[in-house]
């Protein structure tokens, strides 16, 4: 089944997350998140993030972490990678020789990636939606 396309109005200011500015009410143009979120719409996909290794870069259980498949995954992206049959989302430590994929929590160990192991970087994270309980 096709998604849905669905566009929500999107007011032009900007909400500030310091003080408080006079508001100004009024909508200028329509936010779709697909638009917004998606470059690669062939090559996107959506993964439901399970555990708190992440929550450093503000990535929290239950978010949908955007991955993007056609993008060259670099040292410091966060990447959904695959070791050991296994998917994993970390940052992505290349320097020097070394391969790392590193947690953003400090409860978790850094993986190492060594000669022996099958690291796969599945894709690149390119967005996070959360929804809140109200």
Same mark, same amino acid.
């Given at each position: 089944?096709?998604? +849905?396309?669905?566009?929500?109005?999107?007011?032009?200011?900007? +909400?500030? %997350?310091? $003080?408080?500015? =006079?508001?100004?009410?009024? +909508?200028?143009?329509?936010?779709?998140? #697909?638009? &917004?979120?998606?470059?690669?719409?062939? %090559?996107? $996909? &959506?993964? !439901?993030?399970?555990?708190?290794?992440? !929550?450093?870069?503000?990535?929290?259980?239950?978010?949908?972490?955007?991955?993007?498949?056609?993008? @060259? =995954?670099?040292?410091?992206?966060?990447?959904? %990678?695959?070791?050991? #049959? @296994?998917? !994993?989302?970390?940052?992505? &430590?290349?320097? /020097?020789?070394? +391969?790392?994929?590193?947690? @953003? #929590?400090?409860? &978790?160990?850094?993986?190492?990636? !060594?000669?022996?192991?099958?690291?796969?970087?599945?894709?690149?994270?390119?967005?996070?939606? /959360?929804? $809140?309980?109200?």
């Amino acid at each position: 089944m096709a998604p +849905v396309a669905s566009s929500l109005p999107l007011f032009l200011i900007k +909400v500030p %997350a310091g $003080f408080p500015s =006079p508001a100004a009410d009024y +909508v200028e143009e329509t936010l779709d998140l #697909n638009t &917004y979120l998606v470059k690669h719409k062939a %090559a996107s $996909f &959506y993964f !439901t993030v399970e555990g708190d290794s992440m !929550t450093g870069a503000g990535i929290l259980a239950g978010d949908r972490v955007l991955v993007d498949r056609s993008i @060259e =995954p670099k040292h410091g992206h966060i990447v959904v %990678a695959v070791i050991s #049959n @296994e998917f !994993t989302l970390k940052r992505l &430590y290349r320097w /020097r020789g070394v +391969v790392e994929l590193r947690p @953003e #929590n400090s409860a &978790y160990k850094v993986i190492r990636i !060594t000669e022996d192991d099958d690291l796969q970087i599945w894709g690149v994270v390119a967005g996070v939606v /959360r929804k $809140f309980a109200v």
